[in-house]
């Protein structure tokens, strides 16, 4: 295992709301008001590049983020589900699992663009009262 990097935000920090650990990653809940189930698979060890794994690691995280996709979709019914390994900010290897709707900030632009719309409080409201059944959801399915 790779110690942590000092400095590194992903290494000192859990990187939003743990909801699951599992034994290579956790899977947090980003705090972002205007995109409520947006999650992060965060791998533990300091790495900056997926090619950084093992082969077998690899597919390890590929099957979390699958995973949590599946659940994303199956508890937040978004529109889209966008993925995305950046690492630009923060090289520290991360997922982020972010349900999209047709009716959110950014649409159909990334979330990291400048906002198109100021989404309606009601559909925003409405997917912040998911997140209990997501958090159940998540714990759920690496429970198994």
Same mark, same amino acid.
């Given at each position: 295992?790779?110690?942590?990097?000092?400095?590194?935000?992903?290494? /000192?920090?859990? =990187?939003?709301?743990?909801? $699951?650990?599992?034994?290579?990653?956790?899977?947090?809940? @980003?705090?972002?008001?205007?995109?409520?189930?947006?999650?992060?698979?965060?791998?533990?060890?300091?790495?900056?590049?997926?090619?950084?794994?093992?082969?077998? /690691?690899?597919? =390890?995280?590929?099957?979390? $983020?699958?995973?949590?996709?599946?659940?994303?979709?199956? @508890?937040?019914?978004?529109h889209k589900i966008n993925l995305a390994a950046l690492g630009n900010m923060v090289p520290h290897l991360h997922w982020h699992v972010?349900?999209?709707?047709?009716?959110?900030?950014?649409?159909?632009a990334p979330v990291w663009a400048e906002a198109a719309r100021v989404p309606a409080p009601t559909s925003l409201a409405a997917r912040?009262?998911?997140?209990?059944?997501?958090?159940?959801?998540?714990?759920?399915?690496?429970?198994?």
């Amino acid at each position: 295992m790779t110690m942590p990097v000092s400095g590194c935000e992903l290494c /000192d920090a859990d =990187g939003g709301e743990v909801i $699951v650990r599992t034994g290579q990653c956790r899977i947090v809940l @980003v705090d972002d008001a205007r995109y409520p189930g947006f999650c992060r698979v965060i791998w533990t060890a300091h790495a900056a590049e997926l090619t950084d794994l093992s082969p077998v /690691d690899r597919s =390890g995280l590929m099957m979390t $983020v699958c995973k949590v996709e599946t659940v994303l979709r199956e @508890v937040m019914t978004p529109h889209k589900i966008n993925l995305a390994a950046l690492g630009n900010m923060v090289p520290h290897l991360h997922w982020h699992v972010i349900p999209r709707y047709r009716d959110d900030a950014h649409f159909p632009a990334p979330v990291w663009a400048e906002a198109a719309r100021v989404p309606a409080p009601t559909s925003l409201a409405a997917r912040l009262a998911l997140l209990p059944a997501l958090r159940l959801a998540l714990q759920r399915a690496f429970s198994a």
